[in-house]
C-alpha cells in the first residue's frame, strides 16, 4: 500500500469530532493526525481518496493543515482498518506515528461469506413465505453494509413477487466477525410453481434455482461490490393442497381396496371404522414423513424412490397406499414387477 | 436466465423513470452525436445526443470477467465499435466490440491496460499499462501491439488522450496526481501537470489545443492549454460534482461528465454552466 500526499492548505479548526475524524498521533506527541472518513472516495484504477489534517497535539490550537492524499492498493488483501506509519515534517524537525485507518483494495472481491445451502429452501405455493439468508463478515475487517438485493430466476414464471426490506435507506449492516440475516419474501405464482414441482420428487433436487445478486459496500467509504449467492428452491403445496392431496389419496385407496377385495376393511370390521382407520393411519404416516424428511436426515423411500412427502404427488401415493393397505401395496407391487 | 425488476419501488422512485447506476467511463463518437456510458456493473449504455436531452437507445453487457479501466469509440471498417482497454482472468486485454455486443478482436497484454485514445486521422490507437507505466501502438488490423515508450518515474500509469496533430500523448499518473506528455516525435516525456488527486479520464479538443482532465479526488474538471509554454492547472467546473470519473467532449463545444457519486451524467457548456443531466431533474 503507497499513499501520496497533497497539500491543500491552512484551515481555521480545532474540533475533530469522532467517529467522523480517525485520530493518530506522532510518538513524541507533538502532531495529531485526523483522517476525515466521510471524505474517503473510491476512484477508478483501484485507488481511494481521503482528507487528512495535521494539527498541533497542544490544546488551544486553532489551525490545521489540510491534505488530500491518494491510497494506492498493490496485490490481494481485504479492505480492512490497519495501522499505517506516518511521517510529518516541520520546519527543522521531523516526527514519526502511527494511525489506525481503513484501507481499500477494489481486486478483492466476494467479501461477504455466505453460508452453503446443505437443501433447498421450502416455499409454500399457497401464499409468501420468508427466507432468511445469512450472511457473515470476517474478524478483523471493516464492516458490511448491504444496500440493495436484486433477483433473477431459472423459471421466471413460477414467481409472482420477490421482495426484500433492504435498500440503500434501509441496509443491512454486518459487523466485523459476526452474522445477519438478510430476509427475503417470495411469493410463488400457484400454478405454474406446481408444475414446476409436480414430477422433481427427489427432496434434494431444487424446483427452481434464485440468483440473488447482494450489493453492498464496507464502511466507511467501500466501494459498491455485487456478490452472485445461489438460492435453491423447493415448492411446496401448502396445508390445504397437501390435505386435498391426502383426502383424494384415502378416497382412491379405499376404492382400490373395495375393488380388489369387496370390502373396505378386515374381515367384519365396520365400513365407517375402515375409513376412519385409514384417515387417521394415512394422516400418520404422512405426519411422521414430512418429520422424518423436513427435521431429520432420514429418508422415505417408496418403491426404490426416495421422495417428498410434502409434496401433492408423493403424499397422495402415500396416502392412498396406507389406505389401501396389503391389497392395494401387493397389487402394485406385482403391476411394477410385470412391468420391469 | 431472464432479470425481472421485481422489487419493490423505492421511496421517491418513480415508475419508468430513466435510471442510471454508477456511471465509470464515457466516449463520444467523432462528432459528439452518440455518448456511450460504460457503469460499474459492465453495462455500456448508448445515448443519441440530443439538444437538450440524451436518449438512451440501447445497451450492452460486457463478459463479467472484463474489468474495464478506459474506453474509446472506434469506427473501423465500416463497423462503429468500441475499445475497451483492462484486465481479464488477471492479465492485460484490449478488447473490441461492436455496438451490438459482439466481441471482434482482442489484443493480449502481460500487463495491466489502464488507458486508450484513438486517433481518427492517423487511425491508431494507443494503450497504456499502469504496472509497468508502458505505451503500446495497437495494431488494428491484426491481434498485435508494438512497444512505444516507458515513462521514467510514473507510478501508476491511468488514462491516456492522443494529440495525433501534434504527435503527442497524455497520460495520467492515478497515484502521483501528475499528467505527463509524450512526444512520438522526439521520443522524449515530461511533467505536463501535477498537483492533482486522482486523475481518472482525460479529453484532448485539437481545435483549441486544451486537455482535460477529470480528477474526483479534487471533485472537479480541469483544463490545461497543451500549447502553453508554461502550462498551467485550471478549474473547468466543480460544482456540482461528486464523483466525476470520467468525461467526453460533444458536439457543440458541450462536455459530458459521468459523475460516478450522483450515478448521472452531467452535460456542461463550453463555459461550465449545467446544460442538462441523464436521468433528467424534475
Not at chain 1, 48 to 62: C, I, L, M, N, R
Not at chain 1, 183 to 199: F, H, R, W
Not at chain 2, 88 to 111: E, H
Request: aromatic content about 8%; glycine content about 8%; proline content about 6%.
Amino acid at each position: 500500500m503507497s499513499f501520496s500526499v497533497r497539500f491543500v492548505g491552512f484551515e481555521s479548526r480545532a474540533d475533530f469530532p469522532q467517529p467522523r475524524f480517525v485520530p493518530g498521533q506522532t510518538d513524541d506527541g507533538t502532531f495529531r493526525l485526523y483522517v476525515d472518513v466521510d471524505s474517503i472516495q473510491q476512484v477508478r484504477f483501484n485507488a481511494f481518496t481521503f482528507t487528512a489534517y495535521v494539527a498541533d497535539a497542544k490544546p488551544g490550537g486553532q489551525k490545521a493543515a489540510q491534505f488530500q492524499i491518494t491510497g494506492n492498493p498493490t496485490g490481494s488483501f481485504r479492505d480492512a482498518p490497519v495501522r499505517v506509519s506516518f511521517h510529518i515534517k516541520d520546519t527543522g524537525s521531523s516526527a514519526t506515528g502511527v494511525i489506525l485507518m481503513p484501507v481499500y483494495n477494489a481486486t478483492k472481491t466476494d467479501l461477504l461469506q455466505v453460508e452453503e445451502q446443505k437443501e433447498p429452501a421450502y416455499v409454500s405455493i399457497s401464499g409468501n413465505s420468508p427466507v432468511l439468508l445469512r450472511m457473515g463478515n470476517v474478524p478483523d475487517a471493516l464492516g458490511i453494509s448491504v444496500t440493495n438485493l436484486a433477483v433473477s430466476e431459472g423459471c421466471p414464471k413460477c414467481w409472482k413477487r420477490i421482495s426484500s426490506t433492504v435498500n440503500e435507506k434501509n441496509p443491512q449492516n454486518i459487523e466485523p466477525g459476526s452474522n445477519a440475516t438478510l430476509p427475503i419474501d417470495l411469493l410463488p405464482n400457484t400454478i405454474p410453481a406446481l408444475m414446476q414441482g409436480a414430477l422433481v420428487i427427489k427432496p434434494d433436487i431444487p424446483h427452481d434455482t434464485l440468483t440473488l445478486m447482494v450489493t453492498y459496500h464496507t464502511v466507511p467509504g467501500g466501494a459498491d461490490k455485487k456478490q452472485s449467492v445461489p438460492l435453491k428452491i423447493r415448492f411446496g403445496p401448502g396445508l390445504l393442497g397437501l390435505a386435498l392431496a391426502l383426502c383424494g389419496g384415502i378416497v382412491l385407496g379405499l376404492t382400490a381396496r373395495y375393488l380388489l377385495t369387496g370390502k373396505l376393511g378386515k374381515d367384519g370390521e365396520k365400513a365407517v371404522h375402515a375409513i376412519l382407520s385409514a384417515f387417521v393411519f394415512a394422516l400418520i404416516a404422512e405426519f411422521i414423513g414430512v418429520m422424518m424428511t423436513a427435521y431429520g436426515n432420514s429418508k422415505l423411500v417408496l418403491f426404490d424412490l426416495d421422495i417428498d412427502p410434502r409434496q401433492l404427488f408423493p403424499a397422495f401415493i402415500l396416502a392412498m397406499l396406507v389406505s389401501g393397505g396389503s391389497a392395494v401395496v401387493g397389487w402394485m407391487k406385482g403391476m411394477l414387477g410385470k412391468a420391469t | 436466465m431472464l432479470l425481472l425488476g421485481i422489487f419493490p419501488l423505492q421511496a421517491g422512485e418513480e415508475p419508468g423513470r430513466p435510471r442510471l447506476e454508477r456511471p465509470i467511463m464515457v466516449d463520444s463518437d467523432g462528432p459528439g452525436s452518440q455518448l456511450f456510458v460504460l457503469d460499474a456493473w459492465g453495462t455500456l449504455h448508448e445515448f443519441r445526443v440530443a439538444k437538450n436531452s440524451l436518449e438512451e437507445f440501447a445497451s450492452i453487457t460486457l463478459p463479467a470477467s472484463l474489468a474495464a479501466s478506459d474506453m474509446t469509440y472506434l469506427p473501423a471498417g465500416g463497423q462503429e465499435s468500441v475499445l475497451i482497454a483492462g484486465t481479464q482472468m488477471g492479465r492485460g486485454i484490449v478488447a473490441r466490440y461492436s455496438l451490438d455486443g459482439r466481441q471482434l478482436q482482442t489484443w493480449a497484454f502481460r500487463n495491466i491496460c489502464s488507458g486508450i485514445d484513438f486517433g481518427a486521422s492517423s487511425h491508431t490507437a494507443y494503450v497504456a499499462t499502469s504496472d509497468s507505466n508502458e505505451i503500446y501502438r495497437l495494431d488494428l488490423q491484426g491481434t498485435e501491439s508494438k512497444y512505444v515508450a516507458r515513462i521514467p518515474n510514473a507510478t501508476k500509469l491511468g488514462p491516456l488522450a492522443l494529440d495525433e496533430a501534434g504527435r503527442k500523448i497524455f497520460i495520467a499518473d492515478v497515484a502521483v496526481g501528475a499528467i505527463y506528455q509524450y512526444s512520438l516525435s522526439t521520443k522524449a516525456s515530461r511533467v505536463l501537470v501535477s498537483n492533482l488527486s486522482a486523475p481518472t479520464a482525460l479529453s484532448f479538443y485539437p481545435e483549441t489545443g486544451r486537455l482535460y482532465i477529470a480528477d474526483p479526488g479534487r471533485r472537479a474538471i480541469f483544463t490545461v492549454n497543451t500549447r502553453s509554454s508554461q502550462p498551467v492547472l485550471t478549474e473547468f467546473v466543480s460544482e456540482p460534482l461528486k464523483s466525476p470519473y470520467g468525461m467526453a467532449l460533444l458536439s457543440s463545444d458541450r462536455m459530458a461528465v459521468a459523475d460516478y457519486g450522483a450515478n448521472s451524467i452531467l452535460v456542461f457548456s463550453s463555459k461550465a454552466q449545467l446544460l442538462f443531466s441523464f436521468p433528467p431533474k424534475n
